[in-house]
């Protein structure tokens, strides 16, 4: 299995400021992705963070609100910006092994919650 | 459009009872089909993967199997356990993406 270290792991912040989120593989993979959690409600893809390019959003996400940094094949951020209550959500990094039969690992998750 | 559905939305099942958790999903043209738990707040832990030229994977207590042609999955846990108690997603796998479905809340009582 792959090990995902993402923090932080929970934040309370304030409306209109950003936070950003740190995802961290401990082996080299060609794809990380983004998801969302909103509460109550299962896993919404974000944007798929591709190393040396930029990330492919999905629909519903733009860059503006969400930017994500690749700056290598380990590590990845995802921003959410300009916060509102709505944002409030467990956001979620994953990657695949595509060595080891697709099979997905996450990370444990970071709970935001948004005042 | 993928769309995954699973049912129930949530279960409550006595100490040692067998149980069975579905997933069904609409477009059959499938890469795989992973089987998730998540703890409440947490991260996710995957279970089981299937790929789409399988019938079925095992792993300890747990038998997921896969029905392609009629677009559907299920989770079998024997013997369960208090630390059975989950929320238990279904996830199926195209060309670059995963779709999950909802998830089954299991509760299991001691």
């Known amino acids: 299995s792959a090990v995902i270290s993402q923090k932080p792991s929970r934040d309370i912040c304030q409306r209109g400021t950003s936070l950003t989120i740190q995802c961290q593989v401990d082996s080299q993979v060609t794809m990380m992705f983004w998801y969302r959690q909103q509460p109550g409600q299962s896993l919404t893809l974000i944007a798929t963070?591709?190393?040396?390019?930029?990330?492919?959003?999905e629909s519903g996400f733009v860059i503006d609100k969400f930017p994500i940094s690749r700056p290598n094949l380990t590590f990845s951020t995802l921003t959410v910006s300009n916060m509102s209550p709505e944002d409030s959500s467990i956001y979620l990094c994953?990657?695949?092994?595509?060595?080891?039969?697709?099979?997905?690992?996450f990370g444990q998750g970071t709970r935001l919650t948004v005042v | 459009k993928q769309e995954v559905t699973q049912i129930p939305a949530a279960l409550s099942v006595p100490e040692g009872e067998n149980l069975v958790l579905n997933c069904s999903f609409t477009?059959?043209?499938?890469?795989?089909l992973q089987w998730f738990r998540q703890d409440p707040g947490k991260g996710l832990t995957s279970l089981l993967l299937i790929q789409s030229s399988q019938r079925e994977q095992t792993s300890g207590r747990l038998n997921a199997s896969l029905d392609k042609s009629s677009g559907r999955s299920t989770l079998y846990i024997a013997a369960s356990q208090p630390g059975d108690s989950a929320t238990y997603l279904c996830?199926?796998?195209?060309?670059?993406?995963?779709?999950f479905g909802k998830g089954t809340k299991l509760s299991v009582i001691p």
């Open positions: 994953s990657v695949v092994r595509t060595e080891i039969n697709t099979e997905a690992f």
């Open positions: 477009d059959s043209a499938i890469y795989n």
């Open positions: 996830a199926v796998g195209g060309w670059n993406q995963l779709t």
């Open positions: 963070a591709n190393q040396g390019s930029e990330a492919t959003y």
